[in-house]
């Protein structure tokens, strides 16, 4: 069985620990992205797959994120890497980014994901294989090997041709200047409403405490323990917040 769950959902963490608790056997958890227009994420690969092949011995919950205001300041994930384990910062996130198994409610290992739908599946199957008997071994023919870089064939590009000077002019004086590099567009300027998100016209009060939870939520020690580029990351929209607050607060005074 596949069970599918929206960020969108108020209820969605609440659901999530329900199924983890109350469901036997082999459990599959991932985070998928969703959005208009997109296959739904129990018809995608490796889930469909897997739910075809294995469905008898295996649930999954896809936890999906559609990128909608209702649920972009929440994180079912985390909190259930958290959860699972309270005194490893670093292995609940590896929990909730990667793909969970668990069986009785109990988590067992985790298979990162590759680049492909047909690689995850098929190191998937080797770690459920390693967890019950019901489910085989995936074909060790079939296991995916690493990746070559491509390396560009120089031999394969068309030759370049000079542009021939006229006679008694040397070449170095013939060339023409390269024209300078048009300047890049500036950036688009944010409304300081959605930055916050919240609706124009919102009191003055209620603007300030959307705006300190939002700092509260993005503060950088809160993710003091992650990797750089999240610290940068949390810098970067802690410092957008305020410059939104700022410019907010200067219209509503």
Do not use: C
């Amino acid at each position: 069985m596949v069970h599918v769950l929206f960020f969108s959902d108020r209820q969605v963490r609440d659901k999530l620990f329900a199924l983890v608790d109350g469901t036997r056997g082999l459990l599959v958890i991932k985070g998928v992205r969703h959005g208009p227009g997109m296959t739904p994420p129990e018809q995608r690969e490796p889930f469909d797959t897997l739910e075809a092949s294995f469905g008898h011995a295996v649930t999954q919950v896809l936890v999906a994120d559609e990128g909608s205001v209702e649920g972009m300041w929440r994180d079912p994930l985390g909190d259930l890497g958290a959860r699972l384990y309270p005194n490893n910062k670093e292995q609940a996130y590896v929990a909730s980014s990667s793909y969970l198994l668990l069986e009785n409610g109990r988590p067992r290992a985790v298979v990162r994901k590759r680049e492909t739908p047909r690689e995850d599946l098929w190191y998937l199957q080797e770690a459920l294989n390693q967890l019950s008997p019901r489910i085989p071994p995936p074909d060790p023919a079939r296991k995916p090997g690493p990746r070559k870089a491509r390396v560009p064939n120089a031999s394969r590009r068309p030759p370049v041709s000079e542009p021939t000077p006229p006679r008694g002019t040397r070449a170095a004086s013939y060339a023409e200047p390269e024209p300078e590099p048009a300047p890049p567009p500036p950036p688009a300027q944010k409304d300081p409403w959605t930055i916050l998100g919240i609706a124009p016209g919102t009191s003055r009060d209620e603007a300030r405490r959307a705006f300190r939870t939002l700092v509260a939520q993005y503060h950088p020690d809160k993710v003091a323990h992650l990797a750089p580029e999240f610290q940068e990351l949390a810098e970067r929209k802690t410092r957008e917040l305020l410059q939104a607050w700022e410019q907010l607060e200067k219209s509503l005074s």
